[in-house]
């Protein structure tokens, strides 16, 4: 069989080419798009209605070891029913929205006072682009392909705290140690059992902790829930996550 030539070379390259792309625009993940209003229901009583996760949704973890995670109505209101076990969990939409131009979160949860110390499951949010040394993010469009976390450079952990008294305390990871910073935005076994509804600036936060990223640049990658394994078994709610200009 006579070797193609150089035309032929060609051609086939721009063959591959195409079918690389029509994969890519066929098997890329969906990513919720916020409004022009800059609101972005991320997790409402609508979805609790339906078959959850939705495609635009990363769950890992689930099913194993103990963790749990359901739809469910608790006190009339439609939650994620989340229970942490022996091994890590987590579970996010994947969003693509300009930091400033939904700055704010809100969200409602009730946590059942666990056996020991703080609950395990939290808010989880991902950013991207703010740090410089982050590559653009139209370089890493095969980075949504399949069920990995997506792309980010800066990951924040919105906790309950094991005391009241820490409401509002910023943790970052010690120098030279790995981790994501956790603010504590309620706390404490006399606040468990009800429905508490929270307000978070997020672009002041991200300030704080990043006050050399470029703010004007931060995308919001992902929110969701999660839980680090090896904690006493605990149950959270949450719901009526949102951010919002």
């Known amino acids: 069989m006579p070797k193609p030539g150089k035309a032929g ?34 997790f409402n009583p609508a979805t609790a209605a339906k078959a959850f996760p939705p495609r635009d949704w990363v769950v890992d973890g689930i099913g194993s070891s103990g963790a749990y995670l359901s739809t469910m109505l608790k006190n009339g209101t439609p939650a994620l029913k989340i229970v942490n076990g022996e091994k890590n969990f987590i579970a996010v939409r994947r969003i693509q929205a300009m930091l400033l131009t939904s700055p704010f979160l809100s969200w409602a949860w009730y946590m059942e006072p666990p056996p020991a110390g703080a ?35 800066r990951e924040l952990a919105i906790v309950w705290g094991s005391s009241a008294l820490q409401r509002g305390t910023l943790v970052r990871p010690a120098k030279g140690k790995k981790g994501r910073p956790r603010y504590i935005a309620r706390g404490g076994r006399e ?54 200009r």
């Open 9 to 42: 070379k060609t051609v086939g390259r721009r063959l591959v080419a195409m079918v690389l792309v029509i994969f890519a625009a066929g098997c890329t993940a969906p990513n919720a798009v916020v409004g022009p209003e800059g609101r972005l229901d991320v």
């Open 119 to 153: 609950p395990a499951a939290r808010l989880v949010i991902g950013f991207y682009g703010g740090n410089e040394k982050s590559r653009s993010w139209k370089s890493r469009v095969f980075s949504w392909l399949g069920p990995s976390l997506p792309t980010n450079d």
């Open 191 to 244: 606040n468990g059992g009800k429905w508490w509804l929270e307000y978070l600036d997020l672009a002041g936060l991200y300030r704080r902790l990043w006050p050399g990223d470029n703010l004007s640049r931060v995308r919001i990658a992902f929110i969701g829930v999660a839980a680090p394994g090896g904690k006493p078994p605990s149950v959270a709610y949450i719901s009526k996550i949102v951010i919002s």
